[in-house]
């Protein structure tokens, strides 16, 4: 039986990671190119969306959290 994150969970996950990286300085704007040390929206979303019954659901609410804590890395 597969276990599954709650939004709430999987936002916090992605938002833990995501100031992680602006901390390493590792976080990427969403028109750079990643390399294999780097995330952006794409590989976060990627990463934590899988954990959801509704895969879409969280897909939306990662979006919704970077526009409102991470807007500076969504050009």
């Given amino acids: 039986m597969t276990e599954f994150m709650t939004i709430d969970e999987i936002v916090n996950a992605a938002r833990n990671d995501a100031s992680r990286q602006v901390g390493r300085g590792t976080m990427k704007a969403e028109s750079e190119q990643c390399t294999d040390n780097d995330e952006n929206i794409y590989t976060i979303v990627s990463l934590y969306s ?18 409102e804590e991470f807007s500076n890395f969504l050009k």
């Avoid at 879409?56 to 990662?62: P, T």
């Fill in 50 to 67: 899988q954990w959801a019954e509704d895969e879409i659901e969280a897909e939306n609410a990662i979006w919704t959290m970077f526009k």
